[in-house]
């Protein structure tokens, strides 16, 4: 039960616990709605003619 006192442990699960609430993200290639990029024909057009 001396593994339980080590600091090392403590912080390993508390930083393991910190990276798995921030980079909680879907699956690669998978992008909500939110996040998608919409570029129409028209703009593809302007952008074409500059």
């Known amino acids: 039960m ?3 006192r080590e600091p090392l442990l ?3 699960l508390l930083g ?3 990276f798995a ?3 909680d993200e879907e ?3 998978t992008a909500s709605v ?3 990029i919409l570029i129409e ?3 593809v057009e302007r952008m074409a003619a500059a």
Request: proline fraction near 5%.
């Open 21 to 23: 609430v921030l980079f």
């Open 2 to 4: 001396k593994l339980l």
């Open 16 to 18: 393991g616990l910190i």
């Open 10 to 12: 403590h912080f390993l």
């Open 27 to 29: 699956a690669p290639g």
């Open 41 to 43: 024909a028209a703009e």
């Open 34 to 36: 939110e996040n998608q």
